[in-house]
Structures are given as C-alpha cells and as structure tokens.
C-alpha cells in the first residue's frame, strides 16, 4: 500500500512557472518508477514524465525541454518542475507510482490542479 500526496498547483501566467511535488509513504519500497500524468477537461489522461529508480526519464514530446522531473530518494518524494508554462498545460496533474510488476496495481494521487491563464 502505497500513499502519495500532490501540491504546488494553482494559477500562473503563459510563460510561467510552478514546481509540483508528489510525497510518497507507505510501502515505499515497492515502487519501481514515479512520475505525473495530467488530465485536461475532455481529454485523456496522458503521461508528462517519469522516472526509474535508478535516473532513467522519459518525458512526454509536448514538454520536452519544459518541464523536468527529479526525485528525492531520501525524502521519498518526486518534483516536477514547469517552465515555460502554456495555456495547453492546464490541466489536473497526478502523481503515478508504478511497482514495476506485472500484475500489481499502480498508485495515484489525488491530483493538483495546474491553469495556465493570464
């Protein structure tokens, strides 16, 4: 069982800035990877970035070069830094641990809600 806390959303201007946070706890060591989806009113959920326990990333074509996606091992906690912020960005982000095996379920917060909007 696996717990993760989301903060840091709220209103910011194109061009902008936020930094997102996932905390972890529970049975932390069964996660394999964290990362940050975001769900638009509409749209599916789409993954923006994730990252392995041992540094491997991905990043979703759309924020490449935007946003990155850095962990705290020690603190057990997974940050997302946005830059350069678009309107196309609002959405509700979800912070995703992923155990990393077959058959086990991931887990998710309960999301933080990003708007971009001057």
Known sequence: ?????????GLVQP???????CAASGNIFSINAMG??????G???ELVAAKTNSGLTTYAD???GRFTISRDNAKNTVYLQMNSL????????????DPGV?????Y???GTLVTVSS
């Open 36 to 41: 940050w989806h975001r769900q638009a009113p």
């Open 62 to 64: 759309s924020v490449k």
């Open 102 to 106: 077959p058959g086990r379920p991931h």
């Open 15 to 21: 061009g902008g800035s936020l930094r997102l946070s």
């Open 43 to 45: 749209k599916q959920r």
């Open 86 to 97: 678009k309107p196309e960005d609002t959405a509700v982000y979800y912070c995703n641990a």
């Open 1 to 9: 069982q696996v717990q993760l806390v989301e903060s840091g959303g």
């Open 108 to 110: 998710w917060g309960k």
